[in-house]
């Protein structure tokens, strides 16, 4: 498997800082090309955000170059790979509570990570960030909000469309770096050639629908990296537009067999 990928970040319009940080990683391998993506949206006062969130991605980032190789040649196993995450997730989390205590702050992040290997991804997940897989026609959320609103309209006490204007929004259930113990999810499922892979922060998918997705970043009408990237691009200039005002950041990543 070969990938089409890239990302777009921006600070957006408001902020003083860019609380996201992301990690879009790819190795070549004696079994194919293999492709570590991660999106973190931060939180917290001055540098704390940026801090929480880059964080996370430097312990991923350290072990996809150091971890990673030695689990890929002894064979991935499901098992495994979720115990090595809840880890980085657990270290991750400690640090971050730790600092927060020592320095009298409150500081934190979202997490979205996919891993993508031969015909299958993995991928871990706690926040709103999101991740999607997206086709011509439709748009699947593979990733589920931990978020109050959403977790409201799961158990149907509010409809999306009542959700979509409450102002309570980014009030999270689950973060990494607030509390001692963190809920993580984990997903997997085979990789479809040509449908776009993507991982956001919550400042990118507030102001789009499913037109958007679908014309823009459908695999089948991507051809390259830099054609992604401009869409990407032209979406996150098209959400701040539409009045986002948080940092704004999103991966893209298009699987292809042998290239093509």
Known sequence: MQFIQSYYTDIGVKRKTNQDSLALIKADT???????????????????GELASKTIVVKFEKWFKTEFPVLLYKGVDES??????????????????????????????????????????????????????????????ITRDHSLLADAVRKGIMTEEEASKDSRKNILLECVGITDNVKVDFYSGNIK????????????WHFLDIEDYTHYLSGERIEDNKML???????????????????ISVIGVIPLQNGV
């Open 193 to 204: 050639e040509k449908h776009t892979y993507l991982l956001c922060s919550d400042g990118f």
């Open 229 to 247: 990237r401009m869409h990407l691009n032209f979406l996150v200039e098209t959400v701040k537009q539409r009045g986002e005002k948080d940092n």
């Open 80 to 141: 495994i790979l979720k115990e090595c995450w809840s880890r980085l997730i657990e270290e991750s989390n400690s640090l971050l509570v730790k600092y927060g205590k020592e320095k009298g702050v409150e500081l934190g992040s979202t997490l979205t990570a996919f891993l993508f290997i031969a015909d299958r991804y993995y991928a871990v997940h706690v926040g709103d960030s999101r991740g999607y897989e997206i086709s011509e026609d439709a748009i699947n959320q």
């Open 30 to 48: 004696d079994f194919g090309e293999v492709l570590l993506a991660v999106m973190c949206d931060g939180m917290g006062g001055h540098q704390s």
